[in-house]
């Protein structure tokens, strides 16, 4: 069984910075990508950032040079972080953390964290 578990969500004016962390736990084999997505209300889930296993990154084009995505897997830690800077109204969604692993890619995701951001 496999656990992914998001923190770091909350609320923060226009302009300023949150960061988020996701841990994946249990039965973990090798992490091939890990990512952020997000849902904003009324809204399809679209990419937010994703990073692989040799730590390439992919940003949706609205949060690129505000949103840094970075990975920690040194001795099982399996961690994926976002950090989010110069927010903005825009960015309130819930944010989902997502892993693709093993030869299938096969897909986890965890409960989300809200984010929201107050004009």
């Known amino acids: 069984q496999v656990r992914v578990v998001e923190s770091g969500g909350g609320l923060v004016q226009t302009g300023g910075s949150l960061r988020l962390s996701c841990a994946a736990s249990g039965s973990i084999v090798v992490l091939n990508v890990m990512g952020w997505y997000r849902q904003a209300p009324g809204k399809q889930r679209e990419l937010v950032a994703t990073i692989t296993i040799g730590g390439n990154t992919n940003y949706a084009e609205s949060v690129k040079g505000r949103f840094t995505i970075s990975r920690d897997n040194a001795n099982a830690k399996n961690m994926v972080y976002l950090q989010m800077n110069s927010l903005k109204p825009e960015d309130t969604a819930v944010y989902y953390c997502?892993?693709?692993?093993?030869?299938?890619?096969?897909?986890?995701w965890g409960q989300g964290t809200q984010v929201t951001v107050a004009s």
């Open positions: 997502n892993i693709k692993m093993g030869w299938g890619n096969q897909d986890y």
